[in-house]
Protein backbone atom coordinates (compact mmCIF):
# COMPACT_ATOMS: atom_id res chain seq x y z
CA UNK A 1 0.00 0.00 0.00
CA UNK A 2 0.97 3.71 -0.36
CA UNK A 3 2.25 5.37 2.69
CA UNK A 4 4.34 7.74 4.02
CA UNK A 5 7.00 6.79 6.53
CA UNK A 6 9.68 8.49 8.50
CA UNK A 7 13.15 6.69 7.50
CA UNK A 8 14.25 6.31 11.15
CA UNK A 9 11.00 3.72 11.45
CA UNK A 10 12.02 1.33 9.02
CA UNK A 11 12.91 -1.86 9.73
CA UNK A 12 14.26 -4.56 7.59
CA UNK A 13 11.19 -6.40 7.75
CA UNK A 14 9.37 -3.37 5.82
CA UNK A 15 11.26 -4.21 2.22
CA UNK A 16 9.88 -7.71 2.42
CA UNK A 17 6.67 -6.70 1.53
CA UNK A 18 4.70 -5.81 -1.42
CA UNK A 19 4.69 -1.82 -1.13
CA UNK A 20 5.20 1.20 -2.30
CA UNK A 21 6.60 3.71 0.20
CA UNK A 22 7.40 7.27 0.01
CA UNK A 23 10.89 7.55 1.68
CA UNK A 24 12.18 11.17 2.82
CA UNK A 25 9.13 12.60 0.53
CA UNK A 26 11.92 12.36 -2.35
CA UNK A 27 12.40 8.93 -3.01
CA UNK A 28 9.82 6.16 -3.63
CA UNK A 29 10.30 2.49 -2.93
CA UNK A 30 8.48 -0.11 -4.56
CA UNK A 31 9.35 -3.49 -2.85
CA UNK A 32 8.48 -6.73 -5.04
CA UNK A 33 10.29 -9.68 -2.96
CA UNK A 34 8.35 -12.04 -4.87
CA UNK A 35 6.89 -12.93 -8.32
CA UNK A 36 5.40 -15.73 -7.36
CA UNK A 37 2.62 -14.24 -5.43
CA UNK A 38 -0.09 -15.78 -3.26
CA UNK A 39 -3.62 -14.92 -2.88
CA UNK A 40 -3.12 -12.39 -0.60
CA UNK A 41 0.04 -11.34 -2.27
CA UNK A 42 -1.62 -11.09 -5.87
CA UNK A 43 -4.25 -8.42 -3.88
CA UNK A 44 -1.41 -6.63 -2.44
CA UNK A 45 0.07 -6.20 -6.15
CA UNK A 46 -2.91 -4.91 -7.49
CA UNK A 47 -2.99 -2.55 -4.83
CA UNK A 48 0.01 -1.44 -5.30
CA UNK A 49 -0.29 -1.24 -8.93
CA UNK A 50 -3.21 1.43 -8.28
CA UNK A 51 -1.10 3.33 -6.09
CA UNK A 52 1.52 3.45 -8.79
CA UNK A 53 -1.34 4.99 -11.41
CA UNK A 54 -2.94 7.29 -8.88
CA UNK A 55 0.70 8.87 -8.06
CA UNK A 56 2.19 8.78 -11.03
CA UNK A 57 2.46 12.95 -11.11
CA UNK A 58 4.21 12.51 -7.41
CA UNK A 59 6.61 9.75 -9.03
CA UNK A 60 7.88 11.65 -12.32
CA UNK A 61 8.87 14.19 -9.99
CA UNK A 62 10.58 12.40 -7.30
CA UNK A 63 14.30 12.52 -6.96
CA UNK A 64 14.18 8.86 -7.51
CA UNK A 65 12.31 5.74 -8.01
CA UNK A 66 13.76 2.28 -6.07
CA UNK A 67 12.61 -1.57 -7.51
CA UNK A 68 13.36 -3.42 -4.41
CA UNK A 69 14.08 -6.99 -5.97
CA UNK A 70 15.65 -8.68 -2.70
CA UNK A 71 14.92 -12.00 -2.23
CA UNK A 72 12.97 -12.39 -5.20
CA UNK A 73 13.93 -15.67 -7.16
CA UNK A 74 11.14 -15.44 -9.55
CA UNK A 75 8.24 -16.46 -10.33
CA UNK A 76 5.86 -15.01 -13.33
CA UNK A 77 6.96 -12.50 -15.50
CA UNK A 78 3.29 -10.80 -15.81
CA UNK A 79 4.18 -8.59 -12.21
CA UNK A 80 7.32 -7.09 -13.48
CA UNK A 81 5.89 -6.53 -17.07
CA UNK A 82 2.63 -4.94 -15.16
CA UNK A 83 4.93 -2.49 -13.06
CA UNK A 84 6.99 -1.46 -16.03
CA UNK A 85 4.21 -1.03 -18.01
CA UNK A 86 2.36 1.12 -14.81
CA UNK A 87 5.71 3.48 -14.88
CA UNK A 88 6.91 3.96 -17.94
CA UNK A 89 3.78 3.42 -20.41
CA UNK A 90 1.69 0.72 -21.85
CA UNK A 91 2.58 1.49 -25.34
CA UNK A 92 6.22 2.24 -24.66
CA UNK A 93 6.73 -0.75 -22.94
CA UNK A 94 5.03 -3.34 -25.40
CA UNK A 95 6.59 -1.86 -28.13
CA UNK A 96 10.30 -1.74 -26.14
CA UNK A 97 9.58 -5.88 -25.50
CA UNK A 98 8.16 -6.62 -28.79
CA UNK A 99 11.49 -5.50 -30.34
CA UNK A 100 13.64 -7.24 -27.70
CA UNK A 101 11.66 -10.72 -28.28
CA UNK A 102 10.48 -10.41 -31.87
CA UNK A 103 12.56 -13.48 -33.09
CA UNK A 104 11.89 -15.50 -29.71
CA UNK A 105 9.46 -18.55 -29.87
CA UNK A 106 8.70 -20.80 -26.67
CA UNK A 107 8.52 -24.66 -27.35
CA UNK A 108 6.40 -26.31 -24.40
CA UNK A 109 6.78 -29.71 -23.81
CA UNK A 110 3.22 -31.32 -24.62
CA UNK A 111 3.92 -34.62 -22.24
CA UNK A 112 1.28 -36.12 -20.54
CA UNK A 113 2.43 -34.96 -17.35
CA UNK A 114 3.36 -31.20 -18.52
CA UNK A 115 -0.14 -30.75 -19.48
CA UNK A 116 -2.22 -31.85 -16.64
CA UNK A 117 0.51 -29.66 -14.59
CA UNK A 118 -0.73 -27.03 -16.72
CA UNK A 119 -4.14 -27.70 -16.46
CA UNK A 120 -3.40 -27.23 -12.92
CA UNK A 121 -2.01 -23.74 -12.90
CA UNK A 122 -4.75 -22.59 -15.19
CA UNK A 123 -7.15 -23.41 -12.53
CA UNK A 124 -5.39 -21.64 -10.00
CA UNK A 125 -5.80 -18.51 -11.30
CA UNK A 126 -8.85 -16.12 -11.06
CA UNK A 127 -11.15 -15.30 -14.41
CA UNK A 128 -10.87 -11.99 -13.45
CA UNK A 129 -6.49 -12.26 -13.93
CA UNK A 130 -5.19 -10.41 -17.22
CA UNK A 131 -3.23 -13.55 -17.71
CA UNK A 132 -5.71 -16.25 -17.39
CA UNK A 133 -6.91 -16.13 -21.13
CA UNK A 134 -2.89 -16.50 -22.21
CA UNK A 135 -2.19 -19.82 -19.60
CA UNK A 136 -5.92 -20.88 -20.78
CA UNK A 137 -5.11 -21.02 -24.53
CA UNK A 138 -1.45 -22.07 -24.09
CA UNK A 139 -2.98 -25.33 -21.83
CA UNK A 140 -5.56 -25.77 -24.81
CA UNK A 141 -2.63 -25.72 -27.26
CA UNK A 142 -0.46 -28.14 -25.42
CA UNK A 143 -3.08 -30.36 -24.60
CA UNK A 144 -3.89 -30.38 -28.48
CA UNK A 145 -0.32 -31.03 -29.38
CA UNK A 146 -0.34 -33.92 -27.08
CA UNK A 147 -3.50 -35.47 -28.61
CA UNK A 148 -2.07 -35.09 -32.12
CA UNK A 149 1.31 -37.38 -30.90
CA UNK A 150 3.34 -33.69 -31.23
CA UNK A 151 5.86 -33.49 -28.59
CA UNK A 152 5.94 -29.16 -28.56
CA UNK A 153 3.23 -26.96 -29.05
CA UNK A 154 5.54 -23.99 -30.60
CA UNK A 155 4.28 -20.34 -28.96
CA UNK A 156 5.43 -18.24 -31.62
CA UNK A 157 5.58 -13.73 -30.84
CA UNK A 158 2.28 -12.04 -32.01
CA UNK A 159 2.58 -11.43 -36.02
CA UNK A 160 0.72 -8.12 -35.70
CA UNK A 161 3.63 -5.46 -34.17
CA UNK A 162 2.54 -2.85 -31.84
CA UNK A 163 2.65 0.99 -33.01
CA UNK A 164 5.30 3.39 -32.80
CA UNK A 165 4.81 5.14 -29.66
CA UNK A 166 4.49 8.51 -31.08
CA UNK A 167 6.44 9.96 -27.96
CA UNK A 168 9.52 8.39 -25.78
CA UNK A 169 7.77 7.45 -22.27
CA UNK A 170 7.53 10.70 -20.07
CA UNK A 171 8.37 8.78 -16.84
CA UNK A 172 12.81 9.61 -16.63
CA UNK A 173 13.06 9.84 -13.35
CA UNK A 174 15.89 7.88 -12.14
CA UNK A 175 15.46 4.56 -11.41
CA UNK A 176 17.50 1.98 -9.14
CA UNK A 177 16.81 -1.15 -9.91
CA UNK A 178 18.60 -3.72 -6.17
CA UNK A 179 19.44 -7.00 -7.72
CA UNK A 180 20.31 -9.56 -5.27
CA UNK A 181 22.20 -12.39 -6.06
CA UNK A 182 19.98 -14.94 -6.15
CA UNK A 183 18.28 -12.65 -8.61
CA UNK A 184 17.04 -15.70 -11.22
CA UNK A 185 14.37 -16.96 -13.88
CA UNK A 186 11.17 -13.99 -13.57
CA UNK A 187 13.77 -11.98 -11.49
CA UNK A 188 16.21 -11.32 -14.83
CA UNK A 189 12.91 -10.34 -16.91
CA UNK A 190 12.05 -8.00 -14.96
CA UNK A 191 15.84 -6.81 -15.50
CA UNK A 192 15.42 -7.55 -19.16
CA UNK A 193 12.11 -5.39 -18.88
CA UNK A 194 13.31 -2.64 -16.99
CA UNK A 195 16.85 -2.10 -18.55
CA UNK A 196 14.62 -1.64 -21.72
CA UNK A 197 14.73 2.47 -20.36
CA UNK A 198 17.35 4.53 -20.24
CA UNK A 199 16.80 6.29 -16.83
CA UNK A 200 17.24 2.74 -15.20
CA UNK A 201 20.52 1.38 -13.29
CA UNK A 202 20.91 -1.53 -11.66
CA UNK A 203 22.19 -1.35 -8.14
CA UNK A 204 23.88 -4.26 -5.73
CA UNK A 205 25.45 -7.02 -6.80
CA UNK A 206 26.13 -9.39 -9.88
CA UNK A 207 22.63 -11.47 -10.84
CA UNK A 208 22.48 -15.15 -10.68
CA UNK A 209 21.88 -16.90 -14.20
CA UNK A 210 19.60 -19.38 -16.03
CA UNK A 211 19.27 -21.51 -18.66
CA UNK A 212 16.78 -21.53 -21.67
CA UNK A 213 15.00 -24.29 -20.29
CA UNK A 214 12.30 -22.91 -17.79
CA UNK A 215 8.82 -23.05 -15.97
CA UNK A 216 9.58 -26.47 -13.93
CA UNK A 217 7.52 -29.14 -12.20
CA UNK A 218 8.56 -31.13 -9.42
CA UNK A 219 7.95 -34.85 -9.82
CA UNK A 220 8.46 -37.46 -6.94
CA UNK A 221 10.29 -40.59 -7.80
CA UNK A 222 8.75 -44.41 -7.39
CA UNK A 223 10.80 -44.70 -4.66
CA UNK A 224 9.15 -41.75 -2.59
CA UNK A 225 12.64 -40.49 -1.35
CA UNK A 226 13.49 -38.01 -3.73
CA UNK A 227 11.95 -35.43 -6.76
CA UNK A 228 12.99 -34.42 -9.70
CA UNK A 229 13.04 -31.11 -11.31
CA UNK A 230 11.59 -30.76 -14.64
CA UNK A 231 11.24 -28.11 -17.50
CA UNK A 232 8.08 -27.44 -19.32
CA UNK A 233 9.56 -25.18 -21.50
CA UNK A 234 12.06 -24.24 -23.75
CA UNK A 235 13.54 -20.64 -25.12
CA UNK A 236 14.84 -20.53 -28.49
CA UNK A 237 16.39 -17.41 -29.92
CA UNK A 238 16.06 -15.55 -26.92
CA UNK A 239 17.88 -12.70 -26.60
CA UNK A 240 19.44 -13.03 -23.44
CA UNK A 241 21.70 -15.97 -23.47
CA UNK A 242 21.73 -19.12 -21.20
CA UNK A 243 24.48 -18.45 -19.08
CA UNK A 244 24.16 -14.58 -18.70
CA UNK A 245 24.27 -12.36 -15.91
CA UNK A 246 23.82 -8.75 -15.03
CA UNK A 247 26.66 -6.72 -13.62
CA UNK A 248 25.32 -4.00 -11.35
CA UNK A 249 25.88 -0.12 -13.00
CA UNK A 250 26.48 0.49 -9.01
CA UNK A 251 28.26 -2.49 -6.57
CA UNK A 252 26.82 -2.47 -3.15
CA UNK A 253 29.59 -3.99 -1.14
CA UNK A 254 28.14 -3.33 2.50
CA UNK A 255 27.81 -6.96 4.42
CA UNK A 256 24.22 -5.86 5.05
CA UNK A 257 21.70 -4.76 2.87
CA UNK A 258 19.67 -3.02 5.23
CA UNK A 259 17.13 -0.63 3.76
CA UNK A 260 18.40 2.23 5.65
CA UNK A 261 22.45 1.50 4.22
CA UNK A 262 21.07 1.10 0.58
CA UNK A 263 18.57 4.68 1.00
CA UNK A 264 21.17 6.28 2.41
CA UNK A 265 23.77 5.48 -0.43
CA UNK A 266 20.92 6.10 -2.99
CA UNK A 267 19.89 9.65 -1.26
CA UNK A 268 23.88 10.27 -2.62
CA UNK A 269 23.92 9.55 -5.85
Same mark, same amino acid.
Given at each position: ?? +??? %? ?22 ? &? ?10 ? /???? /????? @? &?????? #? ?29 ? !????? #? ?7 ? %? ?6 ? +? ?16 ? +? ?50 ? !??? @? ?7 ? +????? @?????? !? @? ?17 ? !? ?34 ? /???? #? ?5
Amino acid at each position: MM +SVV %NLNMLTTATSYQLSLIDLLKDIAW &ISMPTYAPNEQQ /QADY /QTMLS @A &IEQQHD #KLMQAKAVVLDLRHNQGGSSMWSEQIASALW !GSEQF #KYGRYELDK %NTQVWWRA +SKGNTDYFGDVVASYDKA +SPWYQWLKTTHESMQAAYEKGEHFYVEIPAAEQPALPKNASKFTTPVYVIVP !GQC @ASACLDALD +SFKLF @ANTQLV !G @APSSTDSTYMEVRLETLPS !GFAKVILPIKVYVNRPREKGFYYQPDIQFNELEWTT /QALV #KMIAEL
